[in-house]
Each structure stands twice: as structure tokens, then as C-alpha cells.
């Protein structure tokens, strides 16, 4: 998902987007082990992948996670948590975080860090076969007049999750539709869709000349 993080009259620039790799879901699908985003796949971190994937489409890219762990440091992005206020009043309320806490921690440090920035564009780290066209394909939706939020649908699917997507209704949004295949947006919640991610990496690695 794509959000202008400047709001509606900030001129558009196709290099000019902020990765955000949201890392700080339970991932209770997954079961007992290390947390999902540090799933190994393909012999790395399942973020690692996003990461890789959406690094040379943006300026910059920062991972959301609420996690000390030594694995997220050694992506060698920088990794914030979610805003301090927002984890208090959650800790009051007794309720988990969401997606929406991990955007703003992202808007927030984009704000700081590349104040030029138009957009910045948020990406689960559970789909570690992210389009590597992606940003192209969502640009050319960044037009006048500009959506404060763009997002992508493929097939029946809408991205982003259901919170998210009633944040993005209660702004004005657009959608990519994205053509063709949606296996790029492969999302990786169980033990067996990780071994399916395995498989699906496997096939598309180049065999090695004997």
C-alpha cells in the first residue's frame, strides 16, 4: 500500500518513495518457533527477502518491528518500533498493535529522514516475492488529482488487511489492479505455506552447469 505522506498537493516524484516493511505481527498461524518475519526461507530471514525485493524500487527502506532481536539488525536497514505513545495506550487499553501503528511509525520517519519524500510504500514482510515493477506500476496511478491512499488489488484480493482497508475508505484512495498473475503477493502465514515458499524459491533458483 502506498500512502502520501505530504499530503494532497505535494508534486509527484517516481524515485521519491520510502519503503516500509511492517515486521511486527505475531504470526500465531505459524506456530511455536522464532517470530514469522524471522522465518528462515531459503536460508535467510523471511524480511530479508521483502527487503531485498524493495530496496532498489525506493530511496530508502525501514522495517517496523517491535522486536530486539539481533536478526533485524543485521539487515542493515534501520528498524524502529512503533510509535511510543501508541504502545503505551495500547498497553492501557489491553490490545495488540495493528498494521496502522507500524504505517504511522513509518510516516513518522520518513517525515524525519526525507522530508522531500512524496509517498511512502508499506509492504507486509510476509510476501517475499514482492514484484520487483511494483513501484512503476503504482506510479503511474500518482497523478492530479492524487489519492491520499493507493492500494493493490489483484483478482478478488485487496492487499491490504481489513483495518488497513478501512483506513484507506475513510481517505480518498484508488486502486492498482494488478494484471496477470498474483503470485508475487504470495502471503506466508503457516508452516505450510513457508514450505510452499521453499519449493516456489527452489524452482526459480538457476541450476548449477555440472
Known sequence: ??????????????????????????GRRMGEGPKKPLRLLGGKP???????????????????????????????VPVIADPPDIRRAA???????????????????????HPYAGWI???PADVPFLPLDLTVRLCGHMHVPEPDVLVVRHGRHREPSRRVGQ???????????WPGDPAPFMNVNTPEELKAAEARLA???PRSRR
Open 1 to 26: 500500500m502506498v500512502v502520501n505522506a505530504r499530503g494532497p498537493f505535494a508534486p509527484v516524484r517516481a524515485s521519491a518513495l520510502v519503503g516500509v516493511v511492517l515486521a511486527g505481527g505475531e
Open 46 to 76: 523471511m524480511v530479508a527477502h521483502v527487503v531485498e525485493r524493495l530496496r532498489p524500487q525506493v530511496i530508502d527502506v525501514v522495517v517496523v518491528a517491535n522486536d530486539a532481536d539481533a536478526a533485524f539488525a543485521r539487515l542493515g
Open 91 to 113: 498497553r492501557r487499553e489491553g490490545r495488540r498493535l495493528g498494521p496502522l501503528a507500524g504505517i504511522l511509525a513509518g510516516m513518522e520517519w520518513a517525515q524525519r529522514h
Open 121 to 123: 510504500l508499506t509492504a
Open 167 to 177: 483506513f484507506a475508505e475513510r481517505h480518498a484512495h484508488a486502486e492498482l489492479r
Open 203 to 205: 524452482r526459480a533458483r
